[in-house]
């Protein structure tokens, strides 16, 4: 409780020091949080933000979803077949290091300016984080459960589904989590280049136009949804391998 | 005639790159048998456990259970270890239930088996613990619990007591004795604690040092069954005197 209350009155300090260099400044490009939040107010009454939210949200979920699918797949393939891992292995890890920002371009170029492009952005980096973590959750196994489960019987299909995922789980939950952060972080630069409605979109329209009170709200939401659900899924995952934070703490 | 199995093994040698930790072993293990594998740490019981689960293959020689060469693990041969290998994301039910679920057995079949076992090993009302929850003994008997749902033929176990207290540790010999008389499952039992070789075994392979190989197969001259307090017979201590002596001469020899 203590430290909800350090929390809010840091929320509420930083604001403070806005308001009052804001209002020494006294420009349109340092709009005061008074200012950014009555524009916020508008933004809602007007419905654009809740569209930009619902469009920049779907884009990520999407994402988020074929990425997870494609980088456990390719984890367990990676990770269980030294030919996959030199192979496409070796082609994930350099792919990994390309900036998001740099390929955007790119894929306009070829893919065109609409949806699939910005999902395509969104899912080549959250797969590539995803699949790391898969792969260092299976490789870092304990041997020893998998010696159990085969003199229990267990096939190589059991093996995975019983054994070697439920192991690597908090490794690929941890892959997701950096992959939701990583998504809104990206989601912005995806959006750049054009879209009817998204956060990040507006953004930059906002920012042609000299919006610079409506920028500030977009940027506050979009950061804030991702803090949030951050802290979210923390409190969902948590409870669901709670044997591997106790192992941890034995340690 | 009852079809006897046996595990047989012949000139049994295992390297590791250049560091030879088995040579030449021979021995059977009839089925029904007790035995322990008798050893002082780091002398290659465990390799050798390894060889007959499977997990590990011979660098030559060959390992046979009922005629045929052990390559790979099988359910038929399930093996116990030292640390607590049940799986931590499991709760108890669910680790005695997983070897069922491998063999494909149906729900209403495995959850009568797992009450069962649940109730002769003083387990009830633990089935929705975690392992880290229940203690260290509970764990060791959760493990046998395991074992023994998937019916195997022969129990492997790798000083599965070693690290509890001597209570328990007592107390868990003589569920496993218990086990082993009422299902006549062979038992192998790999330990470097003479007391427990001997309170347990019907027959002792005592193992040489790297390259450890098999110094001598003795027959247990305890009559069964054994009660706590055979350890203060004569006949005990004389054999546990013989057994020390052995041990220590192994330990001499350079």
């Keep these: 409780m203590k430290r909800l209350y350090v929390k809010l009155i840091t929320l509420f300090v930083v604001i403070l020091i806005w308001q009052i260099v804001s209002v020494i400044i006294n420009t349109d490009l340092f709009p005061t949080p008074v200012t950014v939040f009555l524009s916020l ?8 933000l809740l569209k930009d939210i619902l469009w920049s949200i779907n884009r990520i979920v999407i994402s988020l979803f074929v990425a997870t699918i494609l980088g456990i797949i390719l984890g367990i393939i990676t990770a269980k077949i030294s030919l996959a891992y030199d192979s496409i292995g070796t082609i994930l890890d350099y792919m990994r290091s390309a900036s998001p920002v740099a390929l955007v371009p ?12 910005k999902v395509l952005t969104l899912t080549y980096l959250i797969t590539t984080v995803i699949w790391l973590n898969t792969y260092a959750g299976i490789k870092n196994i304990n041997k020893l459960y998998v010696w159990a489960a085969k003199s229990l ?10 054994i070697i995922l439920p192991q690597a789980l908090p490794f690929v939950v941890t892959g997701i989590r950096i992959g939701i952060s990583f998504a809104f972080i990206i989601i912005v630069a995806a959006e750049m280049n054009g879209a009817i409605f998204g956060l990040g979109y507006h953004i930059f329209a906002y920012y042609q136009a000299f919006l610079i009170d409506k920028m500030m709200v977009n940027l506050i939401v979009l950061t804030s949804i991702a803090y949030m659900v951050d802290k979210l899924f923390l409190l969902i995952t948590r ?3 709670k044997w591997h934070l106790i192992r941890g703490e034995e340690n | 005639m009852k079809k006897i199995k046996n595990l047989n093994i012949k000139n049994l040698v295992v390297q590791f790159d250049d560091l030879t930790v088995l040579d030449n072993i021979n021995l059977t293990i009839n089925q029904g048998e007790f035995i322990c594998i008798l050893g002082s740490s780091g002398c290659g019981k465990t390799t050798l456990l390894n060889v007959m689960a499977g997990f590990i293959n011979p660098t030559s020689g060959q390992v046979c259970y009922e005629n045929r060469i052990i390559k790979k693990p099988t359910s038929e041969i399930c093996t116990i270890y030292q640390e607590h290998a049940l799986f931590p994301w499991m709760t108890i039910y669910e680790n005695i239930e997983s070897g069922l679920k491998f063999s494909k057995v149906n729900i209403s079949k495995r959850k009568s088996i ?14 929705e613990y ?5 203690s260290h003994g509970m764990r060791q008997r959760v493990a046998i619990c395991r074992s ?27 569920y496993i004795l218990n086990v082993w008389k009422k299902t006549n499952k062979t038992i192998v039992f790999v330990t470097h604690d003479i007391d427990e070789a001997i309170f347990l075994s019907d027959k002792i392979f005592v193992l040489t040092k790297k390259p450890s190989t098999i110094k001598k197969e003795i027959i247990n001259p305890l009559q069964r069954p ?14 546990k005197q013989f057994l020390l002596k052995l041990i220590n001469k192994i330990n001499s020899d350079e």
């Design chain 2, 148 to 174: 023994l749902a998937v019916n195997p033929a022969m129990i492997l176990m790798d000083e599965p007591f070693s690290s509890l207290d001597p209570v328990t540790k007592l107390k868990l010999q003589k």
């Design chain 1, 106 to 117: 790119f894929i306009i170029l070829w893919f065109g300016i609409g949806e699939f492009s």
């Design chain 2, 130 to 134: 975690y392992p880290h929850e229940i």
């Design chain 1, 41 to 48: 107010i508008v933004m809602i009454q007007e419905g654009i």
């Design chain 1, 239 to 241: 409870k669901h391998y």
């Design chain 1, 153 to 162: 019987g267990a096939n190589k299909w059991c093996l995975i589904r019983y």
């Design chain 2, 114 to 127: 797992i009450k069962k076992f649940l109730h002769d090993f003083d387990l009830k009302g633990y089935g």
């Design chain 2, 226 to 239: 054994r009660r706590d307090s055979v350890i203060i017979s004569g006949e005990y201590i004389k054999f």
